[in-house]
């Protein structure tokens, strides 16, 4: 059984800044792609940033030098921080693993709320 745990959301004022984590656990073979995507309410789910196993970013162009993806493969961790905080960031956001074998797994979310 995967599990996906998140953490590092709340309340920032607008300019502000958060690091949200994600550590996986459980029966992972080997990784392909780990990555944040972000759900307000009302609307579909989008891609914030991706990172590969080879370590190549890909972000939304909402977050392009703001935010910042990284992993700890040891750990099986992938972070996000983001600065410079927007109300139009606030979202539950979502951690996704995604496996060589192409077998996906989500988080339970963890909310960010922008707002001063």
């Known amino acids: 059984q995967v599990q996906l745990v998140e953490s590092g959301g709340g309340l920032v004022q607008p300019g502000g800044s958060l690091r949200l984590s994600c550590a996986a656990s459980?029966?992972?073979?080997?990784?392909?792609?780990m990555g944040w995507y972000r759900q307000a309410p009302g609307k579909e789910r989008e891609l914030v940033a991706t990172i590969t196993r080879g370590g190549s970013a890909n972000y939304a162009d909402s977050v392009k030098g703001r935010f910042t993806i990284s992993r700890d493969s040891a750990k099986k961790t992938v972070y996000l921080q983001m600065n410079s905080l927007k109300p139009e960031d606030t979202a539950a956001y979502y951690c996704?693993?995604?496996?060589?074998?192409?077998?996906?797994?989500w988080g339970q979310g963890t909310q960010v709320t922008v707002s001063s």
């Open positions: 996704k693993l995604g496996l060589v074998d192409r077998t996906a797994y």
């Open positions: 459980g029966n992972i073979f080997s990784i392909n792609v």
